[in-house]
């Protein structure tokens, strides 16, 4: 990753735009907050209406679209739409419709998916909405033609991490239940596609073995990322210090514990915005 100086009609200092269903597009924040320390990022949260997974395409794509115009009135440099569900519904619209560089967590997915894989055989466990639009399988052909996928809908993994049960037997037995078809197609690469699973990859490893490499969006979304700016010459300025803001459009109980668990920092800005 290289960083160019930042010239004086640079966008640099504008925020990035980051959205989500809910909390599992923290994880994405969290590397960006690592990898890109300068930049400062306005997160949507779409609390209210989680899951996105178990949603129509065309209900999917209308959130996306409201998420979409509510980051831009930010003034964003650029888009992350850290949310396979979204992405799997909403990736092509939104590109063709708004003026803005949009960067999705499936493709990178994919990407490393493919490089990884010795044995062209690769899983794919996701919303029952990403798994349904068959993305990751299109994503994944186009750069290799011979590789073999293999989906599974979790729609029980979300609300677990949700709730923060991310270790333990009820977590194992569920994790089984959904993996098991999997583990018998002899998969080397088995990529987490969605943006809350990152939370569960302990116990996702335990119940696949060591042999199956765990690929998840967190770290290739910001290489993309970081490379976008570099092309385009959108780096914050190394004396800018990066903010975060997260806008949710509901707050329950438990959202701070949880939030922080999937972004391993304190939130300091939290304001509830509803949507219509
Ligand atoms: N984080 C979302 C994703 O990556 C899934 C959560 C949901 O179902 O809303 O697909």
């Not at 779409?46 to 409201?66: C, H, M, N, W």
């Not at 009820?170 to 078809?181: E, G, N, Q, S």
């Not at 920092?265 to 915005?273: Q, R, Y």
Request: aromatic residues 6%.
């Amino acid at each position: 990753m290289t960083s160019k100086r930042v010239s004086r009609h640079s966008k640099g200092h504008r925020p990035i735009g980051v959205f989500d269903s809910g909390l599992g597009g923290l994880t994405v924040v969290r590397e960006i907050r690592r990898r890109l320390p300068h930049e400062t990022i306005v997160y949507y949260g779409d609390v209210a209406r989680l899951p996105y997974g178990t949603k129509s395409p065309e209900q999917i794509l209308r959130f996306s679209i409201q998420n979409t115009l509510f980051l831009l009135k930010h003034k964003v440099k650029a888009l992350v739409i850290a949310c396979n569900s979204s992405t799997s519904a909403a990736a092509n619209f939104l590109r063709r419709h708004f003026n803005v560089p949009i960067v999705d967590v499936v493709q990178p997915a994919a990407e490393v998916a493919c490089r990884s894989t010795r044995s062209g055989r690769i899983g794919v466990i996701a919303t029952s909405a990403t798994i349904g639009s068959r993305v990751y399988e299109k994503a994944l052909k186009k750069r290799n033609p011979k590789v073999k996928v293999f989906g599974e809908a979790c729609p029980l993994f979300v609300p677990l991490v949700e709730e923060g049960w991310l270790e333990g037997k009820i977590t194992h037995d569920v994790l089984d239940a959904y993996l098991r078809k999997l583990k018998k197609k002899k998969i080397d690469v088995l990529i987490l596609g969605c943006t809350h699973y990152p939370l569960l990859k302990k116990s996702i490893q335990k119940v696949m073995g060591s042999r199956v490499r765990l690929v998840d969006s967190m770290a290739p979304t910001v290489q993309q990322l970081a490379q976008l700016f570099d092309r385009r010459d959108l780096h914050a300025a190394k004396k800018q210090k990066g903010l975060l803001k997260i806008y949710v459009s509901d707050k329950p109980g438990n959202f701070v514990k949880v939030g922080e668990s999937f972004l391993g920092e304190k939130m300091n800005f939290v304001e509830v915005v509803r949507q219509k």
